[in-house]
């Protein structure tokens, strides 16, 4: 005797029915995958300018930190190599970096900070036993810093006294640094890059099982301006823009030539450069941030964009194998 398609259906709807609601073995692990764990280090040492100082004027927590450097440092009590340092709960943890370092500073003592202090040569802190080190720097090699502050504009127009680049207050860093037909930043740039792969190289021969992470700059410099939040014209931000493009370009192949890790924090940072709204922007023009209340030093990270540096290293040590970089 046959059965008829629906009875045959009747009957096999509570199976058809159990297996599909009845998990398979590991199944909802499979679905959810887990984050990797943060790998274990013992003892961590930051290098770096004031990008990896987060260097701040005052906060709600005070003055700068000055248990790793001079108060003229202006190490900022929260920023990205503390946070860092807090969640891989190393041992030992020494924060080397400071405001207008170049790589020069990772060698000798940095002298005539702006209070008359002195900050040891960065690589005095590394060690035979380091086994994390974190890098930021170049920015300050190339004179990004102070053309950035030439390309300010009191007023939202292109110099009407003069096209050959004042600088600060009256903008014009586009005329000023590309005088002659010759672009001064971009030589700068090009000629830091053996400076950093040299200073890279030299962290390994200090800290021979370091874990090393070059960290670029991320990206808060926008290709226009924003009067009154970023008084510049679109000409000059178009310029100083570009020039930080190139500058964290190099950045990533000085890593790679001196062996070290890249964390792109550029790549993941858009959409919170200088012309965001003030709970957005990742850096202030003027010092004063409400992100988290601070007077910190223009054209550089506020609280929030500390907090976005230390995620993007964390990340990268959960996500990469540190065997592709021996």
């Given amino acids: ?84 340092a807090e969640a891989l709960d190393v041992q030992v ?33 590394l060690s035979p036993t380091t086994d994390l080190v974190s890098v930021g720097i170049g920015g300050n090699d190339a004179g990004i810093a102070g053309a950035g502050l030439d390309c300010l504009n009191v007023i939202p127009a292109a110099n009407p006294v003069s096209d050959s680049g004042p600088g600060l207050p009256f903008g014009g860093c586009k005329a000023k640094y590309t005088a002659g037909g010759e672009d001064q930043l971009a030589q700068r740039i090009r000629a830091s890059e053996i400076k950093l792969v040299k200073a890279l190289r030299q962290i390994h021969r200090r ?22 939040t970023l008084p510049a014209t679109d000409e000059d931000m178009a310029y100083i823009s570009a020039k930080f493009r190139q500058l964290n370009r190099m950045v990533h192949r000085a890593a790679r030539r001196g062996g070290a890790e890249v964390v792109n924090t550029y790549r993941q940072s858009a959409g919170h450069d200088l012309c965001q709204a003030p709970q957005v922007r990742w850096a202030e023009t003027y010092g004063p941030s409400v992100n988290d209340p601070a007077v910190g030093v223009p054209a550089h990270p506020n609280a929030a964009g500390a907090r976005a540096q230390a995620a993007y290293l964390l990340q990268h040590l959960r996500d990469t194998d540190p065997d592709v970089f021996r």
């Fill in 1 to 84: 005797m046959t059965t008829r398609p629906l009875a045959l259906l009747g009957l096999l709807a509570p199976l058809v029915g159990a297996l599909l609601v009845a998990p398979s073995a590991g199944s909802s692990q499979a679905t959810v995958p887990q984050e990797r764990r943060l790998p274990a280090f013992t003892e961590y040492v930051a290098l770096g300018d004031s990008w990896t100082a987060d260097v701040v004027l005052v906060d709600r927590y005070g003055l700068p930190d000055t248990t790793h450097a001079p108060i003229d440092c202006a190490q900022s009590r929260v920023n990205y190599p503390k946070i860092v």
């Fill in 93 to 125: 943890f020494r924060d080397a970096s400071c405001g207008s370092a170049t790589t020069k500073d990772f060698r000798h003592p940095q002298e005539d900070l702006p209070l008359g202090g002195t900050n040891p040569p960065q690589f005095d802190r």
């Fill in 207 to 228: 800290a021979p099982q370091a874990r090393i992470l070059v960290m670029d700059y991320l990206d808060v410099v926008p290709d226009h301006g924003c009067y009154p």
